[in-house]
């Protein structure tokens, strides 16, 4: 989260005492919440592993710049390369970012900025609900703690949750970098075959959803395509069309609906984003259908 400043920005009366409190809370949140958060990260891990292929570093020399760019291989993780869990975290993860470096053009990006953008919004969040709790009289504080909240919230949003992060950003850091420290330096044999199990699980629930999908996207394409057959007949479409027989077009799309055809409204939605409707009718009426139709 980056820190945003505005004309009547508040003078943060964030002291000591309130970090320390705040602090002593969020590490109580962290013992009840971090067996949550190894499991989805192990889960993660394990579903990586099983499910996806490694990544292959290769360095492209352009000539006026160096790149490393990422490549996909058919081979699957094996455990034997890996020690901990902070050893396969730095296997590329198939992405590319610049690094605005002179010479140098794109570098790849490992797991483990995954687990670090994942484990940092985790943080974040339960810093945020627990100011949220104390802004609502739902958390007890101590008078400094809720003045400081209260302050604050006559910002903005988004600038009240910029003024928390420029506050606590140090000891939040510290905070989920040690348990980033602590979580890479599990044996990663131990995690992989202790949430196995939940990445099978996984794969089969997004395996039924793909299949689900899958058929009614073609479900979708056969109503569409039924309703392009009726709408060829009543209503040819040519290049040179008039505005006359462009507003034919959009009158007889809304008959659809009527007798004898009966397309329900979901229905003649399907049409109106096919790739007949796309190529063949003008942007403006594409445009009005999609407005009443959806």
């Known amino acids: 989260m980056k820190s945003v400043k505005s004309p009547n920005h508040i003078q943060s009366p964030c002291s000591q005492l309130v970090i320390d409190w705040c602090l002593i809370q969020l590490k109580q ?5 971090k067996p949550t958060l190894i499991k989805e990260l192990g889960t993660w891990i394990a579903y990586v592993m099983t499910y996806q292929y490694r990544y292959e570093e290769k360095i492209i020399d352009s000539g006026y710049d160096v790149s490393v760019q990422a490549y996909a291989t058919q081979e699957h993780y094996s455990l034997d390369c890996y020690e901990t869990v902070g050893d396969f975290l730095q296997e590329c993860n198939g992405n590319t970012v610049a690094t605005y470096l002179s010479g140098f053009g794109f570098r790849t990006e490992s797991y483990e900025n995954d687990v670090l953008n994942w484990v940092e919004e985790e943080y974040n969040a339960w810093l945020i609900e627990l100011m949220t709790l104390i802004a609502q009289g739902k958390q007890l ?26 506050d606590f950003l140090k000891n939040l850091v510290e905070l989920y970098e040690n348990f980033i420290k602590e979580f890479e330096n599990m044996n990663l044999k131990f995690v992989y075959r202790k ?18 999908q899958q058929l009614l996207t073609k479900n979708r394409e056969q109503i569409s395509q039924r309703i392009e057959r009726y709408f060829k007949l009543l209503c040819p479409i040519h290049e040179k069309m008039t505005m006359a027989e462009k507003e034919i077009v959009f009158q007889v799309v809304n008959k659809l609906s009527q007798p004898p ?34």
């Open 195 to 212: 949430y196995l199990a939940l990445a099978q699980q996984q794969q089969v629930i997004k395996a039924k959803n793909l299949a689900e």
């Open 141 to 166: 504080a101590p008078v400094e703690v809720v003045n400081y909240v209260e302050l604050l919230q006559r910002e903005d949003k988004a600038l009240w949750l910029s003024r928390i992060w420029d």
């Open 261 to 294: 055809q009966n397309f329900t409204q979901l229905e003649i939605s399907y049409f109106v984003h096919s790739p007949y409707f796309a190529i063949h009718v003008s942007n403006r009426l594409k445009e009005l259908c999609r407005i009443k139709f959806g």
């Open 29 to 33: 949140i962290e013992h009840h919440k």
